[in-house]
Each structure stands twice: as structure tokens, then as C-alpha cells.
């Protein structure tokens, strides 16, 4: 004997499912973006915190504050991906904390 499937049945299967799956990929869709915005982010603020724990390694060891960014690179092995990052650092004084500022390049 043979079961008939209810107009219903085919219905759900055909408009429910498609809609379903489409909901599942746009929502995956944007939280990955949103990690990945939040990951930009995070590395910034590591790459300036960065920068700032090697100038008071540098004030500590040697009594003043690094001269240039790249004493920084050259002595205290800060790496800065200039194509991802743009730098700017301000020296005031050598016993003043420079002023560092890290803005992130638009691709």
C-alpha cells in the first residue's frame, strides 16, 4: 500500500529547506567577517603595545628613549609589515615617552 505525501510535506521540502540553508551561509558568512575585522584589530594594538615595551626596554637599559623606529627594528627586533601598517613616531625629548601612533593601511 502506498503512502501519500501531503501537499505539505513537498512544500517544506522544496521552499523551507533552500531558505534554510541560505540563512545558515549568511549568517556563517558575516561572523566570519566579523572575526576577521576583530583579528585586524588586535594585531594593531599587539604591534603598537609592542613598539612601546621596546622603548621602555630601551629607556631601562640605556637611559633614553629610542631615537628612531628603526633603532627599534634594528635592536630590540620589532617587525612591522609597512605593506599592512603605517608607523608614525614622534620623538619629544630623550627622556620623554615618544608619541606612537599605528593606523592600518587600506588595502
Request: a negative charge.
Amino acid at each position: 500500500m502506498k503512502k501519500k505525501h501531503s501537499a505539505w510535506g513537498g512544500l517544506l521540502r522544496g521552499l523551507l529547506l533552500p531558505v534554510i540553508v541560505i540563512a545558515v551561509l549568511i549568517f556563517s558568512a558575516t561572523a566570519f567577517n566579523s572575526l576577521d575585522e576583530g583579528r585586524g584589530q588586535e594585531s594593531l594594538e599587539q604591534l603598537q603595545e609592542a613598539i612601546r615595551r621596546s622603548c621602555v626596554a630601551c629607556y631601562a637599559a640605556e637611559g633614553a628613549y629610542p631615537p628612531s623606529l628603526e633603532y627599534i627594528q634594528k635592536y630590540y627586533g620589532v617587525q612591522i609589515d609597512e605593506a599592512k601598517y603605517t608607523v608614525h613616531y614622534m620623538v619629544i625629548a630623550d627622556n620623554l615617552m615618544p608619541d606612537i601612533t599605528v593606523l592600518e593601511n587600506n588595502p
